[in-house]
Nanobody, 113 residues
Framework: QVQLVESGGGLVQPGGSLRLSCAAS????????MGWYRQAPGKQRDLVAV???????NYVDSVKGRFTISRDNAKKTVILQMNSLKPEDTAVYYC???????WGKGTQVTVSS
């Protein structure tokens, strides 16, 4: 059974940081590209960052220089380090196995003073 479980969300002030984790099970994690997406209220779910199985990364322009995606294949985990957070980063953040199309259930990130 495939599971992607996100954690690390919460409430943070503007300018703060959060570290999201996505733990995978039931897949040969190291073989797949992994992505982080987000969905704000009333908006579509959008790609934030993706990391290939080889470690290459890509980011949406709005988070470049602030967010970092990484992976630990031994722990079957993909990380999204988010710094200099802004209110517009508020959303539910989802992890996805890009090749197989599996999604996690998401973790809420709220940036507010």
């Amino acid at each position: 059974q495939v599971q992607l479980v996100e954690s690390g969300g919460g409430l943070v002030q503007p300018g703060g940081s959060l570290r999201l984790s996505c733990a995978a099970s039931g897949i040969l994690f190291s073989m797949y590209n992994m992505g982080w997406y987000r969905q704000a209220p009333g908006k579509q779910r959008d790609l934030v960052a993706v990391i290939s199985r080889g470690g290459s990364t890509n980011y949406v322009d709005s988070v470049k220089g602030r967010f970092t995606i990484s992976r630990d294949n031994a722990k079957k985990t993909v990380i999204l380090q988010m710094n200099s957070l802004k209110p517009e980063d508020t959303a539910v953040y989802y992890c996805k196995c890009e090749n197989l199309g599996y999604w996690g259930k998401g973790t809420q990130v709220t940036v507010s003073s």
